[in-house]
């Protein structure tokens, strides 16, 4: 079992940045990947933004190309997301996620396990 536990959502203005954290815990050598998703009200769960724990390169939805940034701390078991020049688009509530088999990244489907998710709310 793992257990998984997001922090540094808030309240930002459009142009601002925040960093998320996702720290896993329990039977973490069976990770083989972590990955964020994001749910607004009335939407599906989207997919945002993955990084491989076993060589696996950082890979992002087109949307957040080139303001997000993924990042991870394999000793501390963490994963961070940078989010730089925040647009009210990106609005909702951030999962970590984290798989231990080899299934398609991009989908919830394909992932094990799930943290109870952090606000993120971008201002106009």
């Known amino acids: 079992q793992v257990q998984l536990v997001e922090s540094g959502g808030g309240l930002v203005q459009a142009g601002g940045s925040l960093r998320l954290s996702c720290t896993a815990s329990?039977?973490?050598?069976?990770?083989?990947?972590m990955g964020w998703f994001r749910q607004a009200p009335g939407k599906e769960r989207e997919f945002v933004a993955h990084?491989?724990?076993?060589?696996?390169?950082?890979y992002y939805v087109d949307s957040v190309k080139g303001r997000f940034t993924l990042s991870r701390d394999n000793a501390k078991n963490t994963m961070y997301l940078q989010m730089n020049t925040l647009k009210p688009e990106d609005t909702a509530v951030y999962y970590c996620?984290?798989?231990?088999?080899?299934?398609?990244?991009?989908?919830?489907?394909?992932?094990?396990?799930w943290g109870q998710g952090t606000q993120v709310t971008v201002s106009s």
């Open positions: 329990g039977r973490t050598s069976s990770i083989i990947g």
């Open positions: 990084i491989g724990w076993r060589g696996l390169s950082p």
């Open positions: 996620a984290a798989r231990n088999y080899l299934r398609d990244f991009d989908r919830p489907s394909g992932y094990d396990y």
